[in-house]
């Protein structure tokens, strides 16, 4: 391995070495973003549409001497699905939906399956994905490689735990196959791996049964973090999804103020009619917001919003209407209450130029209250405010790279620009630390920021070289790699 | 296997990959050395390996490592260039600007005719450039950003009878790079073209009469101000530009009596 610019000199002193290895065509470039846009990158993009192409991508890797980055619906908000100056393998076009079993709700899908396009296939015999993630362009693959989690993470757990088997192509281009039983300890790394151990070929997934087009929907606001914390307190053990939008530039006496949206799944026989609310048709988010504003543009409109006086503004008044409001309840369809991020489709062209990150913490129960209200205070004494602020109950799984805890996280979105980036950097590894205090984690499918030193701490040593063993015997060649990996894994 | 770059990339903290081709002395060194200092990654090509070592140990980065790796390349191997503008890139994890600046000015005096000499100039100072340049374009295309500029002179502006294949190596390079500028700039790539008068650099001493000048850094300072700035064409120092002026304006009747 070459790591000194020494190296590197004495290495193009020989122009044979050079000549023995093939060019990839220049072609394939292509500017590959940040999911939030903060980060450009390029790379040499290859999209198989089967098993034998795929493999194939594999081979140039090696014959080119470049590494391989895994990509699907390219979701996440950092470098987890950049590969700069190497190849990126995106599997969208592999999307076969290969079986489905509508009496067991067992389906087998190629990795680059959106959630969109999962949930549509099964709605109408009465099935949902058992986690659904913020957004439905998400890949399957990518959310098995991240192990995502939806509003209902306390009770559910993440997609791993609905995950009954997968085939893993690994970078020799062999095909393993491993479910709880069989390559136990390569299902339990590979989920939630980032796409270091192999490529997900297929996904064998357990649905969740469904009687109903519907969910019983309650909202209300909370004065503060405290009655935000209490509600989900007393709400968790009877309720299905629970989500909380926390008003982040409200200060003093009202910090952690904000809505809170929790929905239960109706009971068989509660709905009257479910042939008809579990219609496709039914569920669909219509073009237009309020009636008459097309909902494709309206990024342009929110985007003067985008600093902090006019988030102020939205954020006070989406509280005070929802206050205002009272409790409220009403039934909704599944698709509206799960996608709100797509609703507004390019939301995130608000943020341009510079873009957005997202930080999201996951601390135990008994320190997450201080520490959620420590962080929305530093942020605001930096001059820092996040825009949008997600709250969510979380419990741990078996998977060895896992981000949960038997806690919360909060997820926080930040504009960034030009002129704040350092800044934004040094709050981050300030954030880091009141984390790691708190015996949180982080997770890597929102992450920009995290440091190697940080992610030892929380993983532990012990995980880590766990790890990286299993990663020694499914790709020795360490020929699966991302900007992430490198960036908190690579060793110095 | 070999293909991991020798940095990591951190979304938030980008650092800037530049290229300087013909970098071992003189304006090139110059540019390294700033560029480094304005916290560029920068990949050094030239011929000699000891300017090159000599460069990448004076230029030492936060943590203490170089931020300047040296590659030892002749621009008149064309046919490594592909390959080597690849490996370069790989390496430095990334391109935002590729600055040629390779040129040789063997003495030419004024009734000599020397094929040798003028077919030097001609491969080092345009042709290698294209070789290099295209690379870049193909690649900035794609991209859809990056900064390319390229070291011409101000004797690129007339044919004199002092220095016939070095005035038509530059006025080629003046041409080529306006023509990579209106291929590019719709794709959101900026060329500059950099017309420097008289620097004090090996170059010079071949320069039978010399006023106006300055010294590499302040060449180089001068130079990444007109490319940060996306400038089209720039003088340096700016006075240049009046002489230059003159000289384009100046009727053939008078122009070809003079001796310069």
């Known amino acids: 391995m070459k790591t000194t610019a020494l190296q590197t000199s004495a290495k193009n002193l020989s122009p044979k070495q050079t000549a023995q290895k093939i060019l990839l065509p220049a072609e394939r470039l292509e500017q590959v973003a940040s999911w939030g846009g903060a980060t450009q990158s390029v790379s040499y993009v290859y999209r198989p549409a089967t098993v034998e192409a795929l493999s194939d991508v594999f081979t140039l890797a090696r014959r080119s001497d470049r590494n391989v980055g895994l990509r699907g619906g390219g979701n996440s908000y950092?470098?987890?699905?950049?590969?700069?100056?190497?190849?990126?393998l995106d599997l969208r076009r592999m999307n076969r939906i290969l079986e489905w079993n509508p009496d067991s709700g067992v389906i087998r899908v190629e990795p680059g399956v959106t959630l969109a396009e999962l949930w549509q296939y099964i709605i109408e015999d009465g099935w949902w994905p058992p986690v659904a993630t913020g957004t439905s362009f998400t890949t399957m693959g990518g959310s098995a490689a991240m192990n995502v989690h939806g509003k209902n993470a306390w009770q559910a757990g993440p997609i791993g735990d609905h995950i009954l088997e997968f085939d893993l192509m690994m970078s020799s281009g062999e095909i393993i196959t491993c479910n709880r039983t069989e390559n136990r300890d390569v299902f339990y790394a590979a989920i939630g791996g980032f796409g270091m151990l192999g490529v997900f070929t297929s996904l064998t997934l357990q649905m969740k049964r469904i009687y109903s087009g519907l969910l019983d929907v309650e909202t209300c606001v909370q004065a503060d973090l405290d009655d935000m914390f209490a509600y989900f307190h007393e709400n968790v053990a009877h309720s299905n999804y629970i989500v909380g939008w926390i008003d982040s530039l409200a200060a003093g006496q009202t910090v952690g103020r904000g809505d809170v949206h929790r929905a239960n799944y109706l009971p068989e026989g509660a709905d009257p009619n479910p042939s008809q609310t579990l219609r496709l048709e039914n569920q669909h988010l219509g073009p237009n917001l309020f009636g008459v504003m097309p909902r494709s543009i309206m990024w342009l409109f929110m985007r003067p919003m985008m600093r902090d006086t006019g988030m102020r503004f939205v954020n006070r008044g989406k509280y005070l209407a929802g206050r205002f409001g009272g409790m409220k309840r009403y039934r909704q369809p599944h698709a509206q209450f799960h996608f709100l991020l797509d609703y507004i489709p390019d939301w995130k062209r608000a943020y341009q130029p510079g873009g957005l990150i997202q930080y999201q913490p996951f601390i135990p129960k008994e320190t997450a209250a201080d520490a959620f209200r420590e962080i929305l205070e530093l942020c605001q004494r930096r001059?820092?405010?996040?825009?949008?602020?997600?709250?969510?109950?979380?419990?741990?799984?078996?998977?060895?790279?896992?981000?949960?805890?038997?806690?919360?996280?909060?997820?926080?979105?930040?504009?960034?620009?030009?002129?704040?980036?350092?800044?934004?950097?040094?709050?981050?590894?300030?954030?880091?630390?009141?984390?790691?205090?708190?015996?949180?984690?982080?997770?890597?499918a929102k992450d920009s920021t995290l440091r190697p030193e940080t992610a030892a701490t929380y993983l532990g040593e012990a995980t880590i070289a766990r790890f990286r063993d299993l990663k020694q015997q499914c790709d020795p060649e360490n020929i699966l790699q991302t900007d992430l990996w490198r960036r908190i894994f690579a060793v110095a | 296997m070999s293909s991991t770059n020798p940095f990591t990339t951190r979304p938030l903290e980008p650092q800037p990959r530049a290229i300087v081709i013909g970098a071992s002395s003189g304006l090139g060194a110059a540019l390294v050395r700033r560029l480094a200092a304005q916290g560029y990654r920068v990949a050094a090509l030239a011929r000699r390996e000891a300017e090159l070592a000599a460069l990448r140990d004076q230029v030492t980065g936060a943590g203490g490592r170089s931020t300047v790796l040296p590659y030892v390349h002749d621009v008149t191997d064309t046919e490594l260039v592909p390959s080597l503008f690849d490996q370069v890139t790989q390496?430095?994890?990334?391109?935002?600007?590729?600055?040629?600046?390779?040129?040789?000015?063997?003495?030419?005096?004024?009734?000599?005719?020397?094929?040798?000499?003028?077919?030097?100039?001609?491969?080092?100072?345009?042709?290698?450039?294209?070789?290099?340049?295209?690379?870049?374009?193909?690649?900035?295309?794609r991209a859809k950003s990056g900064r390319i500029a390229g070291i011409s002179s101000i004797a690129g502006d007339r044919g004199r009878v002092g220095s016939p294949v070095y005035n038509t190596s530059k006025a080629g390079l003046d041409a080529y790079l306006e023509a990579l500028r209106n291929r590019l700039s719709r794709h959101g790539v900026a060329v500059t073209t950099v017309k420097p008068g008289f620097i004090d650099t090996e170059l010079l001493k071949n320069a039978p009469r010399t006023f106006w000048v300055i010294s590499p850094d302040e060449a180089a300072a001068q130079t990444l101000a007109a490319i940060n700035a996306r400038k089209q064409v720039v003088y340096v120092p700016p006075r240049w530009r009046l002489v230059s002026l003159v000289v384009r304006a100046m009727p053939s009747v008078i122009f070809r009596r003079l001796n310069f």
């Open chain 2, 91 to 141: 390496d430095l994890g990334g391109l935002d600007l590729i600055i040629y600046c390779a040129a040789v000015q063997p003495p030419v005096d004024l009734h000599e005719y020397n094929f040798k000499k003028d077919q030097a100039m001609l491969r080092t100072n345009l042709l290698g450039a294209v070789a290099w340049l295209n690379q870049a374009a193909i690649r900035f295309e």
């Open chain 1, 383 to 444: 001059g820092l405010p996040n825009y949008l602020t997600v709250l969510k109950r979380h419990k741990p799984d078996e998977f060895l790279m896992s981000y949960a805890v038997d806690g919360f996280s909060m997820a926080m979105d930040f504009r960034v620009t030009t002129e704040n980036r350092r800044r934004v950097v040094w709050l981050a590894r300030e954030l880091d630390q009141i984390v790691i205090n708190a015996g949180g984690r982080f997770y890597f």
């Open chain 1, 78 to 88: 950092g470098d987890a699905a950049l590969n700069s100056e190497n190849i990126i």
